[in-house]
T-cell receptor, first 114, second 114 residues
Framework: KAGVTQTPRYLIKTRGQQVTLSCSPI?????VSWYQQTPGQGLQFLFE???????NKGNFPGRFSGRQFSNSRSEMNVSTLELGDSALYLC?????????????FGPGTRLLVL | AQSVTQLDSHVSVSEGTPVLLRCNYS??????LFWYVQHPNKGLQLLLK??????LVKGINGFEAEFKKSETSFHLTKPSAHMSDAAEYFC????????????FGAGTRLFVKA
């Protein structure tokens, strides 16, 4: 099976802009989670989608949003970018009905906000 | 409530010597426990997973971890370190019962000296 893919891999934006990141899960996986990784805060959970519904949400401001499509692909959007949003954004997919809660991660999108 | 504590932020070993990365957890439910590895500028790769089937879990690349409920620990070990093991390691606690929730430890960076 193909792994989790994320696009783009690298992105440079300026403050105030918005950005959309995309994640394609492993075929058959219906759960997609997003994480933000920074040197200072480590790995922080953003949100999780299952069957097009947001099932869990972390402690991030409303500028961070996401959605999931019927084919389980997911996007996350960050509006009004701030310098502190520079991070590696990781997507993970899992199949709760198949392999429990094991998450498989994509390579990440590295976002730099100038 | 769930939490996970990786007791060492950095561990340094010589090539060929044993590796021990320590992780303590707390969970109100029977958790699933994981170890992931992240090489520089890469996504997270699953090393191994505990889901109550066996307390000693064998993973990839010679790693294994032992679940000790009485000590609430899930330490990661490897008998002989290799240079390629140099990376950051994350202990993760997750549960599905009562809602999907995943918490990452702060990470332990492993250095391997020649």
């Amino acid at each position: 099976k193909a792994g989790v893919t994320q696009t783009p891999r690298y992105l440079i934006k300026t403050r105030g802009q918005q950005v959309t990141l995309s994640c394609s899960p492993i075929s058959g996986h219906r759960s997609v989670s997003w994480y933000q990784q920074t040197p200072g805060q480590g790995l922080q959970f953003l949100f999780e989608y299952f069957s097009e519904t947001q099932r869990n949400k972390g402690n991030f401001p409303g500028r961070f949003s996401g959605r999931q499509f019927s084919n389980s692909r997911s996007e996350m959007n960050v509006s009004t970018l701030e310098l502190g949003d520079s991070a590696l954004y990781l997507c993970a997919s899992s199949s709760p009905s198949g392999e429990g809660d094991t998450q498989y991660f994509g390579p990440g999108t590295r976002l730099l906000v100038l | 409530a769930q939490s996970v504590t990786q007791l060492d932020s950095h561990v340094s070993v010589s090539e060929g010597t044993p590796v021990l990365l320590r992780c303590n957890y707390s969970s109100s439910y029977s958790p699933s426990l994981f170890w992931y590895v992240q090489h520089p500028n890469k996504g997270l790769q699953l090393l191994l997973k505990y889901t109550s089937a066996a307390t000693l879990v064998k993973g990839i690349n010679g790693f294994e971890a032992e679940f000790k409920k009485s000590e609430t620990s899930f330490h990661l070990t490897k008998p002989s370190a290799h240079m390629s093991d140099a990376a950051e390691y994350f202990c993760v606690v997750s549960r599905v019962t009562g809602g999907f929730k995943t918490i990452f430890g702060a990470g332990t960076r492993l250095f391997v000296k020649a």
